[in-house]
């Protein structure tokens, strides 16, 4: 082959290599390009995402559904509810309706022996206290109570103040159907505040060395609409103490 034959082939292919290395380095360039801007928006999406759900905390918790409501302090709640003096029973008998599910039971409340614990329940239920709180107990083994009026819901709460001793317990610690009692804890008499139990069937409670339990008053009629509606349904988890099956609600107290 002539020399200048070669020569022009050899460039030819020079030529050609070039391109070809030059092709290459605009896709690894366009790649790399890409693949940066690609990091970018991407990193631009993730900060978007941070800012949104900072923002979206931000509402819920101040002004939103998940708004905390602050608790009232101790003084507040005292200033709302006070133990009112034992004369405010009047040494009497008083009588009005306990609407619990939209049920009205009549009852009475006995003013002259159980001066403290009357006194209590009057002035809790005329200041719309019980109103919307849960009946969060029943029993339905031994002993047959609904105990309501905690608003915590839990059996820990009350108005913010307790009082005691025992008044007017059952010598023989047995309490009738529609006995109306007062609930406390456990060998302290003085613990006694918002929270009372009905009892739908006759029951013995055994007493602890607090005495009793202190009887306010009676369910006089509409015990048994109780016993069909909401203790006849049972406990949660078919135990025979806690929760009862049926949500349980006060819907309110009036007596006079």
């Given at each position: 082959m002539a020399p200048n034959k070669q020569n022009d082939r050899e460039a030819r292919q020079a030529r050609e290599r070039l391109r070809a290395y030059q092709a290459r380095q605009t896709v690894h360039e366009?790649?790399?390009?890409?693949?940066a801007r690609d990091n970018w928006l991407a990193g631009i999406g993730v900060l978007v995402v941070v800012v949104l759900a900072v923002l979206t905390q931000l509402l819920y918790f101040n002004s939103g559904p998940g708004k905390p409501v602050a608790s009232p302090s101790p003084s507040a709640s005292a200033a709302a509810y006070t133990l009112p003096p034992k004369t405010l029973a009047g040494n009497r008998q008083w009588t009005g309706t306990m609407t619990i599910n939209s049920i009205p039971l009549g009852i009475t409340l006995d003013g002259a022996k159980a001066p403290q614990a009357v006194s209590s329940t009057i002035a809790l239920s005329q200041k719309g206290f019980y109103n919307g709180l849960t009946c969060h107990r029943l029993t339905t083994s031994g002993i047959y109570v609904l105990q309501c009026g905690d608003p915590k819901g839990d059996g820990s709460g009350g108005p913010g103040y307790t009082y005691g001793p025992v008044e007017n317990a059952p010598a023989n610690n047995v309490y009738p159907a529609g006995t109306l009692a007062m609930a406390r804890t456990s060998n302290d008499g003085n613990s006694q505040g918002s929270q009372f139990f009905?009892?739908?069937?006759?029951?013995?409670?055994?007493s602890d060395t607090a005495g009793g339990y202190t009887v306010i008053g009676q369910v006089t009629s509409g015990l048994d609409q109780v016993i069909s509606q909401v203790a006849d349904k049972g406990v949660q988890g078919g135990t025979t103490d806690g929760k009862p099956n049926v949500t349980t609600t006060i819907n309110g107290i009036t007596v006079q």
């Open positions: 366009a790649k790399a390009k890409r693949r009905i009892v739908y069937k006759n029951s013995t409670i055994p």
